[in-house]
């Protein structure tokens, strides 16, 4: 129970690592007109739910698998890098892992085992940091069960993105998760398709989707980070 409270924190909206401000592409598709309706919001997230096991959800997996592996870790940090072409998308991941090994290392007795390592490479510029990683570092030294921290993850991102686009359109709260209650089985299989990632297989994605966080940067108005 200690460790599902831990990892509870660590993936909430309201942990102080600025997750909620990265609306991947949502915020672009809004100011385009492309995304207008609940229906639109379902397209957006059937997409986004089928390249997540081969981007930050198999990210995570690896983290944890190769937490004992150092480096492999160096290799599967440096792929996560080049594996997002969009630059907010990049960063954002690292800045939020840079903030959440911070507030980590205040926390609980300080950061141990490879966190603690991870830590000292990303500030000796060995390593560029990514947030799934982390993340499944942090499982590890949890001593998690990787499925469920897997599904908890998922369902902040999925979570986030409908409150994102709840706000951004706007829908309706109900609305919102009327959707994301009908994405839960969905969010079950990216796990299970997760746990089977290979490092070949990271950097999948939907160049609509990268095309549309490139342009985030560059919109006359922003309320997001990405």
């Not at 000292?120 to 069960?145: F, N, Q, S, T, W």
């Not at 994405?183 to 070949?200: C, E, I, R, S």
Request: hydrophobic share 45%.
């Amino acid at each position: 129970m200690q460790a599902f409270l831990n990892m509870m924190q660590a993936v909430d909206a309201f942990f102080p690592v600025g997750a909620f401000t990265l609306s991947n592409g949502l915020e672009t598709y809004v100011q385009q007109e492309v995304f207008k309706t609940s229906e639109d919001l379902e397209r957006y997230l059937d997409d986004y739910i089928r390249i997540l096991p081969e981007n930050d959800m198999g990210l995570m997996y690896l983290g944890w698998q190769f937490r004992e592996q150092k480096s492999q870790l160096l290799q599967l940090d440096w792929l996560a890098a080049a594996a997002k072409p969009a630059k907010e998308i990049r960063e954002g991941s690292q800045k939020v892992a840079l903030r959440f090994l911070k507030a980590m290392d205040k926390m609980d007795g300080g950061l141990r085992g490879s966190l603690a390592w991870y830590y000292d490479e990303i500030r000796g510029k060995r390593a560029d940091g990514c947030h799934p990683i982390v993340l499944g570092l942090y499982a590890g030294e949890l001593a998690m069960d990787i499925e469920t921290a897997l599904g908890m993850y998922g369902y902040s991102i999925l979570s986030a993105i409908v409150n994102n686009a709840v706000k951004l359109v706007p829908l309706s709260q109900m609305e919102g998760q009327k959707i994301l209650n009908r994405f839960l089985p969905k969010l079950q299989d990216a796990v299970n398709m997760a746990m089977t990632v290979t490092m070949d297989q990271i950097g999948i994605s939907g160049c609509a989707w990268d095309i549309r966080c490139m342009q985030h940067q560059w919109l006359y108005a922003r309320l997001y980070m990405s």
